[in-house]
């Protein structure tokens, strides 16, 4: 029995080990030389037995029976390496080049992934390749994760909704129903501009408030995106407010020139002194055809008096009608004195014989001109 189980093990030890095997024999035929005494020949056999036992453990590890066991590979060479090759031992310059089976490496090959089979380095939580989870607790903190993710997820869901809700309650859209004008000025003078037109709305929470202005005829006045009209001439002009959402409001404006009686007396009446007289405020105007009253106008036609033609070209420079020049002419004596308004302007005339027709213009509106302004 001893000597098969030496057989095999003569048959599979390496070429080192039956080197160590044959020194038995040459203590053998040193003891036959007579060179060694019994005692020796016994630690001699000795030593053979433990390099016996070492070799068959060696020549066990080369066999690589199956490893089982937790974390093992069964049929799976620990030796054999990703690329294909064997592991050498680090006494791979032994007498044969035998392969020694490293206890690292057959750590290391045995910690595979079990899913797709790749090597595992150190304490790695998840596989590097496909990410499986090496171990309950990291598969557990990967389950943990991904519920995470998705509470997060909806969790950010719902704040994105409430922001959005919040965002549009503030800042939704709220049109105008109806406009109206709460105030505007009447009256609205040549170099005056009016103060900004009022409008008021409903709902009164209404977002959507910005106004447009119009003007129905800008030749007598207009009106700025603030509201602010501006008279341009004499006449009366419609300003509109309009809202986004179309709904519109409108008031009426009168616009006035203020009559500049110095200019008109300058350019209209030959800057001629003795019969236009213009007060010190320049809010009135006199024309007096008789200022002497060395004579009756009864005397001469209308035609002949010398200030008749001023006060025409007056009347037209104010923009007053004909009509006006038909009544003064026609005024006798007895009618005593006469009175008409326009605008801003009142006119006042009498005629006496002996004295002549005398014309009042007066501007009523206490305004006198801006600097600029030909009216």
């Known amino acids: 029995m ?41 630690a001699d056999g000795v030593s053979q037995a433990a390099d016996e036992a070492e070799c068959v453990l060696e020549a066990k590890a080369i066999e690589a029976p199956e490893v089982s066991g937790e974390g093992g590979i069964q049929g799976h060479d620990p030796e054999q390496t990703e690329e294909g090759g064997s592991a050498r031992s680090p006494h791979a310059d032994g007498p044969d080049n035998l392969p020694v089976l490293s206890e690292a490496k057959a750590q290391s090959n045995a910690y595979r992934c079990k899913k797709c089979g790749a090597a595992l380095e150190g304490d790695a939580a998840f596989c590097p390749k496909c990410g499986t989870a090496t171990s309950p607790s990291s598969a557990a903190c990967a389950g943990k994760l991904k519920a995470n993710k998705k509470v997060f997820g909806i969790a950010g869901a719902i704040v994105v909704a409430a922001i959005a809700a919040i965002c549009f309650a503030a800042f939704r859209p709220i049109p105008v129903d109806t406009l109206s004008i709460t105030q505007a000025d009447k009256e609205v003078y040549v170099g005056y501009p009016s103060s900004p037109v009022k409008v008021a709305y409903t709902p009164t929470d209404a977002r959507q408030t910005k106004i447009t202005w119009s003007s ?160």
């Open 216 to 375: 129905s005829d800008e030749s007598v006045a207009t009106v700025d995106s603030d509201g602010i009209v501006n008279a341009m001439g004499t006449g009366t002009a419609t300003i509109t407010a309009e809202a986004e959402s179309g709904a519109t409001a409108t008031c009426e404006v009168q616009c006035y020139a203020i009559p500049n009686f110095k200019q008109i007396v300058k350019d209209k009446c030959n800057d001629d002194s003795t019969y236009c007289t213009v007060a010190p405020d320049g809010l009135s105007l006199q024309i007096d055809t008789n200022p002497t009253d060395s004579k009756s106008d009864i005397t001469q036609s209308w035609g002949d008096v010398v200030a008749s033609p001023y006060v025409q070209a007056t009347n037209k420079a104010l923009g007053l009608p004909d009509s006006l020049w038909n009544s003064m002419k026609n005024t006798t004596g007895s009618q005593g004195k006469q009175t008409k308004t326009y605008g801003i302007i009142e006119v006042s005339w009498s005629y006496l014989p002996r004295h002549g027709l005398e014309v009042l213009y007066e501007n009523t509106s206490g305004k006198t001109p801006v600097s600029g302004t030909t009216a």
């Open 2 to 42: 001893d000597a098969e189980k030496e057989t095999d093990s003569n048959k599979s030890a390496p070429s080192h080990c039956k080197t160590e095997r044959e020194e038995p024999s040459i203590k053998n035929a040193a003891e036959a030389e007579g060179s060694k005494n019994e005692s020796d020949v016994e």
